[in-house]
């Protein structure tokens, strides 16, 4: 969402609100102070596990260490956070630009 300029922070904290509206159980909030709006206010709304790391590595690895089969993870991030490398770490696939 860095894309979003100005609008940003209230578009964080959008998703955050819609987050804890839709039943989500965990978000693993990366980077700093967008991320953290985010998870701030998802876990003000009701998400009841909340997250923050400081990079997609670190993101990726503690995904994989709870993750169990059947699980759904949603991947949101502006293309600057390069968080498509989590999505790629998480299905196998060779990790590009660490």
Known sequence: MLE??????EAQRK??????????DLIV???????????RTAGTAGVPDIAMVG????????LTSILRPGDVVLVKASRGGQL??????????????L
């Not at 979003?4 to 922070?9: N, R, W, Y």
């Not at 498509?84 to 630009?97: D, K, S, W």
């Open 4 to 9: 979003l300029g100005d609008e940003a922070v």
């Open 15 to 24: 998703v955050g609100r819609m987050a804890a509206e839709n039943g989500v």
């Open 29 to 39: 909030a990366v980077g700093d102070t967008l991320a953290k709006q985010l998870a």
């Open 55 to 62: 990079d997609n590595g670190t993101a990726a690895a503690y």
């Open 84 to 97: 498509g490398q989590i999505a790629q770490a998480l299905t196998g696939q060779p990790v590009t630009g």
